[in-house]
């Protein structure tokens, strides 16, 4: 039997792109994207898609109505599907035992239930979430405790490596597909008919099979690899500052090494993004779970350093400002935790907003695709008084910094290097600061045109500026 019809439980920013790419890729396919959200599904069955992707709009116009759908009706998708992606959230557990650190494989529980529950034909069941290493025992678990007479089930781990903002583009050209099963006849042929899928468009060489724990724990490791190199750059840019030396060059210089590679080497305000820091913490908690505290210890050490550049950088901050931002207009460009989404799950700007709003500044904040309700929830989970007043949401650039003391730029979008400085140097109040949490700014030549510049990983040569503020001169 090949797979005829997939469900993919989970419509968010995983299971949304993956199974349409998947259903645009495979038109004898019909692809059923199902999630216990109403307004998700309305919103996949509407012109303005819940998650902003460069290109997704196109996959999803090309094969909604014919191979893909979007609904809500959990039960009838699985029960007709030959093939179940689970692609919904495990996030950090917030209480209990492992709370703060494991993940919290409730959705992932439910949802198994759910199939067994409905399921009265053979299954395969595929984990597209991160897990912790062997939650597929887990699922196997329940899916047999609770199977129908004569419906049997498979379990594949097939983590998915997409990074937001570049989504399309990774899942039509992967660096791999990783596909983990149980090494038995019936495990071999699952695992056979989930590479079939890929084959459409995916050369084989491509497609790597591995038993299922180590395909589950290549996705932590990956992860926490990535996360180590920002870790590793951001702590020599606080180096660099106090040498004189320059990260962008150590990076290059590094990087220029065929055995280290130049990717992911770029220093930042500190990485953010809904999977890095809940991975991470997932594998200390594992690890001290099998007794192996100084792994755990080891891959800790690349959070705190997150958490120590982000508030270096916010210390840098209100320091270069007299050490007080009380009652101060500080401009923030970009909230998302990268460019091209609208995503701030642990974005570091989170992080820069509220130590600025804890020193007393007012803030006002433009990003081009965060919604201004997501700002606004995203800050009023901390405890600061007078919010409405004190957080001003912008629809561009220009307003955003108007009568502001300071520019704090917090994400990497294209639209920032291009705006028309000077414009808004002569509307801000001087003297001007811009502080560059991606070191994305031309900085001499902000300086030329009066504003005082600080950056990540380099010391910004000082230009004097003259009483009136008036045209500045290179110390
Ligand atoms: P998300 O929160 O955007 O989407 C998850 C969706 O699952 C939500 O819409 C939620 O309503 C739905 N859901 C939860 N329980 C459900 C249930 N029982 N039935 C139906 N729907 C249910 O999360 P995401 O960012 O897409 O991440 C999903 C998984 O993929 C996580 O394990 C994450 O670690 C992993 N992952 C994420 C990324 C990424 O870039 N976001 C990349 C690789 C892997
Ligand atoms: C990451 C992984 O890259 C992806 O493979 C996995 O499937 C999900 O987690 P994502 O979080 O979407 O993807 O974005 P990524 O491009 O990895 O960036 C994560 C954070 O690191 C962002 O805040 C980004 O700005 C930051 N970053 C990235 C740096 O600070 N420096 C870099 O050199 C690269």
């Known amino acids: 039997m090949t797979i005829k019809k997939i469900c993919g439980i989970g419509a968010g920013y995983v299971g949304g792109p993956t199974c349409s790419v998947i ?38 116009e090309k094969c909604r109505g014919k ?14 599907a030959d093939l179940i992606f689970i692609s919904v959230n495990t996030p950090t557990k917030t209480f209990g035992i492992g709370k703060g650190r494991a993940a919290d494989l409730k959705y992932v529980e439910n949802t198994a239930r759910m199939i067994a529950d409905v399921a009265t034909s053979d299954k395969i069941v595929v984990e597209k979430s991160t897990v912790p290493v062997r939650a597929a025992e887990s699922i196997m678990h329940i899916l047999r405790a609770n199977h129908k007479p004569g419906v049997s089930y498979q379990i594949l781990s097939n983590p998915e490596f997409l990074a937001e903002g570049t989504a399309i583009d990774n899942l039509m050209n992967p660096d791999r597909v990783l596909i983990g099963g149980e090494d038995s006849p019936q495990g071999r042929e699952a695992v056979e008919k989930l590479c079939k899928i890929y084959e459409n468009w995916i050369k084989r060489d491509k497609i790597f ?45 590094v990087g220029l090494d065929s055995r280290i590679g130049s990717k992911f080497l770029q220093a930042s305000v500190g990485f953010g993004g809904s999977c890095f ?28 350093m997150n958490e120590y550049q982000k508030s270096r950088f916010s210390t840098k901050v209100i320091e270069s400002l007299f050490n007080t931002v009380t009652d101060k207009r500080i401009t923030m460009l970009g909230f998302a935790f990268k460019k091209n989404t609208g995503d701030t799950r642990e974005s570091p700007a989170i992080s820069v907003a509220k130590n600025l709003l804890d020193e007393g500044a007012v803030l006002h904040i433009y990003d081009p695709k965060v919604e201004e309700s997501q700002i606004i929830d995203n800050l009023s989970a901390f405890d600061v008084d007078n919010i409405k007043n004190r957080v001003n949401i912008y629809h561009d650039a220009y307003s955003a910094t108007k009568n502001t003391h300071a520019i704090v730029l917090c994400t990497e979008w ?22 560059d949490g991606r070191k994305i700014l031309d900085h001499e030549k902000l300086q030329k045109i009066g504003f005082i510049v600080q950056t990540i990983g380099k010391r910004v040569s000082r230009i004097a500026v003259s009483r009136t503020w008036g045209s500045p001169t290179q110390m």
């Open 414 to 435: 294209d639209e920032f290097i291009e705006l028309d400085y000077e414009r808004i140097y002569s509307e801000m109040t001087k003297p001007a600061y811009i502080f």
């Open 67 to 80: 191979n893909l759908f979007f609904s809500t009706d959990i039960e009838a998708a699985i029960k007709e």
């Open 277 to 304: 820091q809940k991975d991470l913490l997932n594998l200390v908690y594992i690890c001290e779970c099998l007794n192996l505290p100084e792994v755990a210890a080891y891959w800790q050490q690349v959070i705190d």
């Open 23 to 60: 259903a645009m890729m495979c038109p004898d396919i019909r692809v059923t994207v199902v999630d216990k959200s109403k307004e998700k599904i309305a919103q996949w069955n509407s012109d303005k898609l819940p998650i902003y992707e460069p290109g997704l709009d196109v996959v999803v």
């Open 209 to 253: 099979t591995t038993n299922t724990w180590s395909s589950e724990l290549s996705k932590l490791a990956a992860n926490a690899f990535l996360a180590q190199r920002i870790s590793s750059i951001n702590s020599l840019s606080a180096v660099c500052e106090a040498t004189g030396a320059d990260v962008t060059e150590v990076a290059r210089a």
